[in-house]
C-alpha cells in the first residue's frame, strides 16, 4: 500500500514487480482489493483465454466450457469475475459471469446477437454493451440478477458502459463511437440521471472508462493534430471540472484507463502512425499534474525490461500491469513499497544529498512539493527546520 506521509518520510514511489507466470503473451486487465487479478493469455498464436491469478496463488486459465475466445475484464471483491466469449454453440461473442467454478452466459437483448461485459460492482451488478451486429447500433446496459437491461442514454445511437462504482453508479460513452473522427460523449448514469460529462475544448470525442469510489473519473478523449492525425489523450472529471492529463516525453498519445480515491490515474502511452516508443514502455501513473512513465518507478532489480499497460490501481496503490522481461508480454502486479526514513529527493536512500537538500532550503517558507519528487518539509509544516534536520538525520542511512 501507500504509507501516508509522515514526520520522517518524503512521498516518494517505488514499485516491487511480481511477475505472474505464464509461458504466455499476456495481458492484465483489472484487480480488485485483495489483489487478484484477471486478464487473458494467448500461447503460441491461439485464440485468447480468460485467466484469474488469486493473490499469492498461481495463475490459472478460467474453466469457461467449450468456448472459442475469451477474456476477463473485472473482479470484485467477491471474485465474481466477468468478461467476454465467444461460446461453442450459443451464437455470437457474449458476456459472462464467473463465480466458484459456475459460468453464467449473460445473454442479451431480445432481437440482438452478442454482448460484452466490462465492470462488476460489489453487489454482483454487471455493465457492458449488447447488440445486433447486423442491423442496430450497440446499447449500454446493465445486468441484474442474469436480466439485461439498457440504460437508455439521451444521446445515441450508441453507448458502452464500461465501468460501475460500489453505489451503482456507471460511466462510459454515447453517441456513434469514441474514435477517429466520430462523435461519443462520456457519461455518468446514477440511478437513472445521466450526466454528460463533456469533450475538452477543440476535441471530436471522449470516453470514460473508471471510475473510483469517491466518484472521480478517467477517460480519453481525441483531438485532431496539424497532420491531420487522430490523437487520444487521457483525461480526468473531478469537482466538476475536466482535466487533461497531457503526455509523458516521447510520446503523441495516452490512455487513462484506472483510478483510485487519491486521483491517481494510470494508463499508458503510445504514438500514432507507429512511431517508435521509448525504451522502458508507455505505462504510467498521474496524480496532481504530474506523470511519470511506472518504468521510471520500478526498484532496482525488478528485472523488467519494459512496463507496456497499466490497466488499474487499488486504493492502496497496488497496479495491475503488463510488461516485459526480454520476451513476450507478461502480467504484472506492481505494489509501491514504503518510503525511507528522512529521505528527501527520492533517490531510495537517506544521507549526505537529503542532508544538504534541508539545509539550502532550509527557512519558513518550504520549496512547492510535486509528486513522485520528494519535498524538503518533511514534516509538512511549512517550513524546513531543525525537525525536518533531525528525520534526516534518524533515518541516516536507510
Not at 520549496?367 to 525536518?388: H, I, M, Y
Request: a negative charge.
Amino acid at each position: 500500500m501507500f504509507w501516508p506521509a509522515n514526520a520522517a518520510s518524503a512521498e516518494c514511489r517505488r514499485y516491487v514487480a511480481t511477475v505472474i507466470q505464464f509461458n504466455c503473451t499476456t495481458t492484465t486487465l483489472a484487480l480488485n482489493e485483495d489483489l487478484d487479478v484477471v486478464g487473458r493469455f494467448a500461447c503460441a498464436g491461439g485464440n485468447n483465454r480468460a485467466f484469474v491469478a488469486y493473490y499469492r496463488q498461481a495463475q490459472m486459465a478460467l474453466n469457461l466450457g467449450s468456448q472459442i475466445d475469451s477474456k476477463a475484464e473485472d473482479i470484485n471483491t467477491g471474485r465474481q469475475i466477468v468478461g467476454t466469449a465467444t461460446f461453442v454453440g450459443l451464437g455470437g461473442f457474449q458476456g459472462f459471469s464467473y463465480l466458484n467454478g459456475v459460468t453464467t452466459p449473460l445473454g442479451w437483448l431480445v432481437g440482438h446477437t452478442n454482448s460484452q461485459a466490462e465492470g462488476v460492482s460489489d453487489a454482483g451488478i454487471i455493465v457492458g454493451m449488447t447488440a445486433n451486429t447486423q442491423v442496430g447500433p450497440q446499447l449500454a446496459c446493465r445486468w441484474i440478477d442474469g436480466v439485461v437491461e439498457p440504460l437508455n442514454l439521451p444521446i445515441g445511437p450508441s453507448g458502452f458502459a464500461n465501468a460501475i462504482d460500489p453505489a451503482g453508479r456507471i460511466v462510459g460513452w454515447m453517441g456513434d463511437a469514441p474514435n477517429g473522427s466520430f462523435f461519443a460523449e462520456a457519461f455518468l448514469w446514477d440511478n437513472g440521471t445521466v450526466t454528460p460529462l463533456g469533450i475538452p475544448d477543440g476535441a471530436v470525442n471522449s470516453e470514460a472508462n473508471a471510475i473510483s469510489d469517491s466518484g472521480q473519473i478517467c477517460g480519453t478523449y481525441t483531438w485532431t493534430d496539424k497532420k491531420g492525425d487522430f490523437i487520444r489523450r487521457a483525461v480526468v472529471w473531478r469537482d466538476g471540472r475536466m482535466i487533461p492529463l497531457g503526455t509523458t516525453p516521447g510520446y503523441q498519445r495516452t490512455y487513462g484507463h484506472g483510478i483510485n480515491d487519491s486521483g491517481e490515474v494510470v494508463g499508458y502511452s503510445d504514438n500514432a502512425n507507429l512511431a517508435p516508443s521509448v525504451p522502458g514502455g508507455g505505462a504510467f501513473i498521474w496524480r496532481d499534474g504530474v506523470m511519470r512513465r511506472l518504468f521510471s518507478l520500478l526498484a532496482p532489480g525488478s528485472g523488467l525490461t519494459r512496463v507496456s499497460y497499466a490497466y488499474d490501481i487499488t486504493n492502496s496503490g497496488h497496479i495491475a500491469s503488463s510488461g516485459s522481461q526480454g520476451q513476450g508480454n507478461r502480467s504484472v502486479l506492481l505494489s509501491p513499497l514504503p518510503p525511507k526514513a528522512g529521505d528527501i529527493n527520492c533517490d531510495w536512500v537517506t544521507n549526505v544529498d537529503d542532508l544538504l537538500g534541508v539545509i539550502n532550503t532550509w527557512g519558513p517558507d518550504a520549496p512547492p512539493e510535486e509528486p513522485f519528487s520528494g519535498t524538503p518539509d518533511l514534516d509538512r509544516d511549512g517550513a524546513v527546520n531543525v525537525d525536518d534536520l533531525l528525520a534526516v538525520i534518524n533515518g541516516w542511512g536507510g
